[in-house]
């Protein structure tokens, strides 16, 4: 495979394992890990920050227009720089949960996410909702990853230390509200990875990906 076009989109719904899986076959493959997720988490604390109205998608953008964001992408995972200040452990918050994906639904939030993941240089791992259908139609390797909401809701309450239940109720609510993005590419690899580690998943990915292109 030519790395000048390898790109690998990892799509599915929040604590599906998106992000881990991404970051172990970005380790595999020696190539860097993009989460899109990430920049609409970075433009729900502008948003925060500027006491923004979440459902008013001018302010949103006039939120984002007066910070400059940017993201990193790294092997190990990507940094997120708000202006000059380092927010990548702020982004993975409650309050942050509750903003982000109501501001994702902006068609011109969207727009200005899909803008910066296009200018990056393959190859790279991109995971999020629509990056297999939506934002590279012309990635030769997608996946789809889907999990039951309980064991979701289990995964990310222990590696955030919340209540199971409201973790559940958290994350049904945001399957909700993400679901129009949140759609398979028609030639997504979909794995459902209810009954799965994270090693198999991550093994079944790369395993795909060296079958088709030892
Ligand atoms: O993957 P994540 O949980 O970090 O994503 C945070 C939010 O951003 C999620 O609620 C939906 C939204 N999102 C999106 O709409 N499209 C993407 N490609 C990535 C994330």
Do not use: C
């Amino acid at each position: 495979m030519d790395r000048r076009r390898l790109i690998v989109t990892i799509d599915g719904p929040g604590a599906s394992g998106k992000s881990s899986t991404a970051r172990g076959v970005a380790r595999a493959l020696g190539i860097p890990y993009v989460s899109s997720g990430m920049l609409y988490r970075a433009a729900a604390l502008a948003v925060l920050r500027e006491g923004a109205d979440p459902g008013d998608e001018e302010a949103v953008m006039r939120a984002v227009a007066r910070h400059r964001i940017r993201l990193v992408p790294r092997v190990e995972g990507d940094r997120v720089f708000l202006d000059d200040e380092e927010v990548t452990e702020k982004l993975h918050t409650a309050e942050v949960d509750r903003v982000v994906s109501p501001i994702a639904r902006h068609p011109r939030l969207r727009a200005w996410v899909n803008e910066a993941l296009k200018e990056l240089e393959p190859p790279f791992v991109v995971d999020g909702r629509d990056m297999g259908r939506v934002v590279f139609p012309e990635a030769p390797y997608k996946f789809f990853l889907w999990a039951d909401p309980r064991v979701r809701a289990e995964r990310r309450a222990r590696q955030r230390g919340e209540d199971p239940r409201k973790v559940e109720a958290e994350l049904r609510a945001r399957d909700e509200r993400d679901r129009a993005q949140t759609e398979p590419a028609p030639d997504a690899v979909f794995l459902d990875t209810s009954g799965m580690t994270l090693e198999e998943v991550v093994d079944r990915v790369v395993e795909e990906i060296r079958r088709r292109d030892p």
